[in-house]
């Protein structure tokens, strides 16, 4: 059985245009794939993630026999986390453009889940990612328009971390010009709907 994992990542909960195109192209796949496991995980509005903090990553790298109950606690909500990418096959992220980069409860999660010998290992040619055979689909919503451009450092940052975990198969879709104007707005929208159809079909 396939299993599709939602991350949304916008503070506007699913009113968020990223969570309403990752919807979009969810129902789609459900329609395809009525027999798929569909888990969402908001990982900003309703469940933040904290922020990593010297305490937390201390958790991470303390032995497993030696962490305090604090700790323990820190690392069994990072190893839900983990597990719940590890049982998805499809990965579909809602992606808000805030002040240039991700949602810093995006980076928190990215914090999370980078796990040295868990969802990474350092070998003698580098570190090597260890969630692979996954397919992410990244929907990308922002208010000015910058896909293809070197001010768009948003999307190589999301692109890198997760081939440095193993998912190397990512498919970015944009909605921009969200701001500009109701006509760029609408333009945006229309633009990302139709290639959501075409993902889809
Ligand atoms: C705090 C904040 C910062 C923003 N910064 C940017 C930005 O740097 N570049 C941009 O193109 N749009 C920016 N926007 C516009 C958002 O990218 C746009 O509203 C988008 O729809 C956000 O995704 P969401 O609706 O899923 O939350 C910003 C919006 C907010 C609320």
Redesign the pocket.
Known sequence: MTTLLQIN????NS??????LANQFVAAFHKRHPEAKIIVRDIAADEPVPHLTAERFGAFITKPEERSDTQLAVVAYSDMLINELKQADVIVL????????V?SQLKAYFDHIARAGITFKYTDKGPVGQLTGKKVYVFA??????AGTPMDTQTSHVRDFLRFLGMADVQFVY??G??ISPQSKEAGLAKAAAEIERLAA
């Open positions: 990542a916008s503070i506007n009113n968020g245009q990223s969570s309403q809602g992606l808000p453009m805030y002040n240039f980069g949602p919503a922002r208010g000015g328009v910058y909605a921009e969200l701001a």
